[in-house]
T-cell receptor, first 112, second 112 residues
Framework: GDSVTQMEGPVTLSEEAFLTINCTYT??????LFWYVQYPGEGLQLLLK?????DKGSNKGFEATYRKETTSFHLEKGSVQVSDSAVYFC???????????FGQGTRLTINP | EADIYQTPRYLVIGTGKKITLECSQT?????MYWYQQDPGMELHLIHY???????EKGDLSSESTVSRIRTEHFPLTLESARPSHTSQYLC???????????FGEGSRLTVL
């Protein structure tokens, strides 16, 4: 079945560092790919998405490119801030499927 | 901005009590979901619904039950709470062909 594998956490960085959180997936078709963020004490919010190969999703300085050849959707940000501290989830949805498949989440802590 | 609401945000109750977690959305979405999130962050789908009078069990077995009498409302009930039910419960809805989910802020349940 479909699955999503994320880089294991926790990840701790200093402010203004470069961030990469790896995400790879297994799917039978051509899924849509998502990154969600969960701030402390809150629900998940959609951070960015890409619906087809080579699409780049971007939001709040974060980017991720849908790479079909490597089945990856790595999350990147050039300069992180303390306010980026959160849990990040990679997810996929097959066309016509009723459910999202989530990765296990990566906890990110940014120190000032 | 997503409009999906969960109440209560926090609930502490004793063993054996009946509880209902409320979830409402104002977006007219047909699909709604309940996830259980353990302290390790991983999300487990416990119930979902494709529309009124439709409910299905998710990937993780749960002693809770759900109902979908109205499109906007998807409550979750535990007839007799136990300490093992202590968790964060997240409600979500979807109306998008890409499968994107909108989440509520969650209900954190503690059973003593």
């Amino acid at each position: 079945g479909d699955s999503v594998t994320q880089m294991e956490g926790p990840v701790t960085l200093s402010e203004e560092a470069f961030l990469t959180i790896n995400c790879t997936y297994t799917a039978t078709g051509y899924p849509s790919l998502f990154w969600y963020v969960q701030y402390p004490g809150e629900g998940l919010q959609l951070l960015l998405k890409a619906t087809k190969a080579d699409d780049k999703g971007s939001n709040k300085g974060f980017e991720a490119t849908y790479r079909k050849e490597t089945t990856s959707f790595h999350l990147e940000k050039g300069s992180v801030q303390v306010s980026d501290s959160a849990v990040y989830f990679c997810a996929l949805s097959e066309r016509g499927a009723q459910k999202l498949v989530f990765g296990q989440g990566t906890r990110l802590t940014i120190n000032p | 901005e997503a409009d999906i609401y969960q109440t209560p945000r926090y609930l502490v109750i004793g063993t054996g009590k009946k509880i209902t977690l409320e979830c409402s959305q104002t977006m007219g979405h047909d699909k709604m979901y309940w996830y259980q999130q353990d302290p390790g962050m991983e999300l487990h789908l416990i119930h979902y619904s494709y529309g009124v009078n439709s409910t299905e069990k998710g990937d993780l077995s749960s002693e809770s039950t759900v109902s979908r009498i109205r499109t906007e409302h998807f409550p979750l009930t535990l007839e007799s709470a136990r300490p093992s039910h202590t968790s964060q419960y997240l409600c979500a809805s979807s109306g998008s062909a890409t499968g994107e989910l909108f989440f509520g802020e969650g209900s954190r349940l503690t059973v003593l």
